[in-house]
């Protein structure tokens, strides 16, 4: 240990000598260290880190992925979702496992006469005892809140709503707010550190499930197998593992399979039915909760991950070429030392102590890089995605990950720098009574091996860069089959505010006109379900003309919509018409489809024939066909091409919420008040959400796209940067060791040009190595970024020329300083040079 600390006081000494040397060291260091702490920092909230509850990897996360038919509610994989019946069936038989149920739903939350929207949960009663979360006031739910079906007017506050909403007052106690229209007691306030159970969400309030039909006032969902929409999780009892839970509740799913054919009566054909009937049960780990951000985010993550490890490989290579120059300057020191008895370890030890002592510094600085990068992150991704519980702090996690990542790269970049620094010919080096700055040739070669290294490094981030450039220009660019510009959007929820289907549609009946009425309107229209949002509402369905294959199932995304949907959002009418004020709950019903769905399954032509919803061989092909129109995005820009059918709002019989789209003559921003007043005249108490553009919309519908390519351009950038910095730098050094060489051509009547070109044709086939290497390599990235791409092979040839022209620019442009330098070298100073 003393031998240690000598090594590291001595190793201090030596960089405060050198500072020049030790800033740009440290500097380089600072930014690939930074750049990897800022995502290891993402990495690990989003994926890594488990829920704050203890024992989190006893919870685990049910899926039944298989055949499904009726009602589906589900915020990512439909094989989560569960209907209530079934979910209690599951928990009373569980013996190995303590089943707890949830269902995000969205809450008007009236508190002395002032409405605030908030993200709430239907939970079981002994949703928070499986979880082990205490109670900071009052008392959270127990099994006696899951009684009768609206018996449990009770709320539980999370910790920071309550701080927010209420001051952190303890009057909150016992007090009665209504929330979706319902008069609901407050009877406690969760522990500070929970949220929820899906990372990046947050819940303000937790309402028992019993309360489902008041808080979905116009679907109750609870007595039905099937309707699928629950979330199923649950703690493992001690002792046991995932495994064996899964295996006991297998014994006992078939069984309730069975039963739920029997409740529903299905029409599925035989094969389907047996298909259902063995479906698995599938125990999850759900350490991280529910795992929907992690999903999405997972494969950018570890794309973000490769590229900042790879911006460090060539930060560590320029500091590894700053230390093998330095090492040159240094020979005579070390031939000295070694000849008066020093063992070439003890040197080896002395240099990687220097290293680490650089990386430690590098680390440092690197600190505040990351911190203000992950909270320019995490600011873009509250606003746009809407992500919560994240923070910039860098905590021990952190911290740790910073520090074992500074004494890698410090072995990592000083290792091999250290053992050439110490093997050199002891005789002809103490002989040398020059400045030390002519090294042997396994310098020169390691130098250019670092440079290679980068090069074909650097390539790879470019390739990268473009690939992700061009995946977004693509979906910038990609048809929608909508004209979103200047167009208005908002929401309204008037089933939260206690409306029925009936008082709903006669408030849409009212504010369409009114919202015509508003100067600079050209057309509006109402739809329940908002386009490019990520939400989407599907159902299996037949036509009359079409004979489904076996094992084919056929299902439609469904939407709800009003008259002049189609002209608002700029959909063409390909042929039939569009929907009238005519048509109503009790009129002839009627549907659009979009051209997909036509030319696949009205070969023969669409107007006038029937469809029906759902599968089987008893269908009333209630529905008929009055219209097709153009194909066009609906959830997601990247979505392929799908079957859609359009019914008239005015024939939902759940009807409860809308979404209005505005088109306007002028700036659709500056109708913001407007809007808010016709709805506020028509109803006071009725919150207007999710105001802005449609351009927004899908502005923030592509904003992991454009994180994704805004952040490879800049790594891309930053690696030509430091490779310009490591090339510039091994030229200079090359230079100064030919000094005597190229004085010697000059005197014998070599031109400047002749020069120029030794140096620059160094530079040249160091880079074309680099890119031998590197080419390779960036194909294998396009195929691994694949998932993540949008209108552009891995294997794209201009980008591939693109990328290789920037490098080799950056190539020539950093060489071509020591070129110009060394074609103006003093003949006679040089032939004197040592």
């Known amino acids: 240990m003393e031998t240690l600390w000598q090594d590291l006081k001595y190793g201090m000494r030596m960089l405060t000598k050198s500072r020049a040397f030790t800033l740009v060291a440290i500097l380089t260091l600072a930014l690939g260290i930074g750049a990897n702490t800022a995502i290891f920092s993402l990495t690990d909230q989003i994926l890594l880190r488990p829920l704050p509850a203890p024992n989190p990897q006893e919870l685990v996360v049910l899926r039944s992925p298989g055949p499904i038919s009726g009602r589906v509610s589900s915020d990512g994989d439909m094989a989560t979702s569960f209907s209530y019946p079934m979910f209690k069936a599951l928990r009373e038989k569980s013996e190995l496992v303590n089943l707890l149920g949830r269902f995000a739903v969205s809450m008007d939350v009236a508190v002395d006469g002032q409405a605030e929207r908030a993200e709430g949960e239907l939970v079981t009663g002994n949703y928070f005892a499986a979880l082990q979360v205490p109670a900071a006031l009052g008392r959270v739910f127990t099994m006696q809140d899951e009684g009768a079906t609206g018996s449990n007017p009770v709320a539980v506050l999370s910790y920071g709503y309550w701080q927010r909403r209420f001051g952190g007052s303890p009057a909150v106690l016992n007090k009665t707010v209504t929330i979706n229209a319902t008069a609901i007691t407050i009877v406690g306030v969760a522990a500070p550190w929970f949220h929820g159970v899906q990372i990046g969400q947050f819940s303000d309030v937790f309402v028992p499930m019993s309360m489902k039909p008041m808080m979905t006032k116009n679907w ?294 009114a919202l015509r009425g508003l100067p600079a309107v050209t057309s509006a229209a109402s739809v329940e379900v908002p386009v490019l949002t990520g939400n989407t509402s599907s159902s299996s369905f037949t036509t009359d003309s079409y004979q489904a294959k076996d094992e084919e199932y056929l299902t439609a995304i469904t939407n709800w919509v009003s008259p002049d949907y189609f002209t608002t959002l700029g959909i063409p009418l390909i042929a039939g018409r569009d929907f009238s004020v005519q048509e109503g709950p009790k009129t002839q019903k009627v549907i659009i489809i979009n051209e997909f769905l036509a030319k696949h399954y009205y070969p023969n032509g669409a107007i006038g024939r029937k469809f029906a919803f759902g599968a089987g061989n008893n269908l009333k092909f209630e529905y008929e066909v009055i219209g097709v129109v153009a194909d066009s995005k609906h959830a997601r820009v990247k979505e392929e091409g799908k079957p859609f059918a359009y019914m008239p709002y005015a024939q939902l019989d759940g009807l409860g919420r809308a979404t209005f789209y505005l088109r306007t003559a002028g700036e659709p921003t500056a109708l913001a008040t407007a809007v808010r007043r016709e709805v506020q005249r028509l109803d006071g108490n009725l919150p207007v959400y999710d105001l802005r553009t449609l351009e927004n919309v899908i502005e923030r519908s592509l904003f992991a796209e454009e994180l994704l390519m805004t952040l490879t351009i800049s790594f891309g950038l930053l690696a030509a940067a430091l490779a310009a910095l490591g090339i510039a730098g091994v030229m200079t050094y090359t230079v100064a060791r030919r000094t005597r060489e190229i004085g010697i051509r000059i005197a014998l009547g070599a031109g400047q040009g002749h020069v120029q070109w030794l140096v620059l044709r160094e530079v040249g086939v160091m880079a074309i190595f680099g890119a031998a290497v590197g080419l390779p390599l960036a194909y294998f990235l396009g195929k691994a970024a694949k998932s993540l791409l949008f209108g552009v092979q891995e294997g794209d040839p201009w980008i591939a020329v693109g990328a290789l022209a920037l490098m080799m620019a950056v190539a020539v442009f950093s060489g071509f300083l020591p070129a110009r330098r060394a074609s103006r070298i003093d003949p006679m100073v040089a032939l004197r040079y040592e």
């Not at 197998?225 to 649950?234: K, R, S, T």
């Not at 600190?367 to 873009?380: G, N």
């Not at 702090?393 to 910073?402: E, P, V």
């Open 220 to 513: 109750d969902g609870l007595p039905n197998w099937d309707h699928y929409w629950m979330a199923i999780l649950g703690r493992l009892k001690p002792g046991v593992t995932r495994e064996q839970a899964q295996a006991a509740l297998a014994v006992v799913y078939k069984p309730l399979l069975e039963e739920q054919l029997a409740q529903t009566k299905s029409d599925w054909s035989a094969e389907t039915r047996q298909k259902f009937l063995k479906k698995p049960l599938e125990l999850k780990p759900g350490a991280s909760g529910r795992p929907i951000l992690q999903n999405d985010a997972k494969d950018g993550l570890v794309m973000m991950t490769i590229m900042v490890g790879l911006v460090l490989l060539i930060a560590c290579a320029n500091v590894a070429n700053l230390l093998v120059a330095r090492g040159v300057a240094r020979q005579r020191e070390i031939a000295v030392r070694l000849a008066i008895g020093a063992s070439r370890w003890r040197l080896v030890r002395q240099l990687l102590a220097e290293s680490v002592l650089l990386a430690l510094g590098g680390a440092v600085a690197g600190l505040l890089v990351a911190f203000w990068t992950v909270d320019a992150l995490l600011a873009a991704l509250s606003t746009n995605l809407e992500v919560q519980g994240f923070t910039s702090n860098l905590d021990g996690r952190i911290l740790a990950f910073n520090l074992t990542l500074a004494l890698l790269t410090g072995v990592i970049f000083g290792l091999l720098p250290a053992l050439q620094t110490t093997r050199p010919a002891l005789a002809g080096t103490l002989k040398d009574q020059g400045t030390g700055t002519t090294g042997g040739k396994g310098h020169t070669r390691l130098r250019k091996v670092l440079v290679v290294t980068q090069i074909a490094m650097t390539l790879l981030l470019l390739i990268g860069a473009g690939l992700f450039a061009k995946s977004f220009y693509s979906l910038k660019k990609h048809k929608l089959g909508i004209k979103p510009d200047h167009i208005l959007a908002f929401s309204i929820a008037p089933e939260q505010g206690g409306y029925t289907p009936e008082r709903t549609r006669g408030l849409l009946y009212q504010l369409l006109p």
